[in-house]
Structure formats: C-alpha cells, structure tokens
C-alpha cells in the first residue's frame, strides 16, 4: 500500500490550492479515505472524508470551503482548498479508513500547505 500527497505550497490568504493523494498497492474504491491535517505544534486534525459510496463529510472549519473528491479510476483522492486562511496552514496528509478497525492503516507523507501574506 502507498499513498503520496502532491499538489502543496505556499499561497496567499484568499487563495486555493488543489491536494491530491495517488494511491496505489490496494483496490482504492473499496476504501474510505480520509484528509488529516497537522499545524505546528498542535496535534492532528482531522478535515475531511469521503465514503466508498461517495458521501462527503468535513470539519466545520473547513466546510464550505474545501472539497474532498475522489478518482476511483485514477486511484487518486483529492482536496479542492478554497478561501485559505492562515490558520490552514498545515501538513496534510491523507489516510484510509479501516471501517471495522475505526482507525487509520496507512498514511501519506504529507504535503505541506503554507498560507501567508
């Protein structure tokens, strides 16, 4: 199993940014996958999910703002930042979800996302 994060960077408030996770190594349309964020010195945030049926979920910090997709196809997640502040400066990274486990598997190694004037 591997999942890579692309697509950080630093960008100004008010701007957008589009994250993707290229999955490989497991049948990535059979998973939840998840978007976790991590500031610094603060612990991991969770941000937002997407169920294997498609369902969307978000943190209320983000919501409206940011959108989880995915490619079952391209084997790719995805997370469209819009309206970036400086509190979403983060490493994010992307997780899947064990239903039975409640928990995370496997991680990526994180993207770093710098919002600053």
């Known amino acids: 199993v591997r999942l890579v994060e692309s697509g950080g960077g630093t960008v100004q408030p008010g701007g957008s940014l589009r994250l993707s996770c290229a999955a490989s190594?497991?049948?990535?349309?059979?998973?939840?996958m998840h978007w976790v964020r991590q500031a610094p010195g603060k612990g991991p945030e969770w941000v937002s999910s997407i169920h294997r049926d498609g369902s969307t979920y978000y943190a209320t910090s983000v919501k409206g703002r940011f959108t989880i997709s995915r490619d079952n196809a391209a084997n790719t997640l995805y997370l469209q930042m819009n309206a970036l502040k400086s509190e979403d400066t983060a490493l994010y990274y992307c997780g899947r979800w064990i239903e039975w486990y409640s928990g995370y598997d496997y991680w990526g190694q994180g993207t770093q996302v710098t919002v600053s004037p």
């Open positions: 190594g497991f049948t990535f349309r059979g998973y939840d």
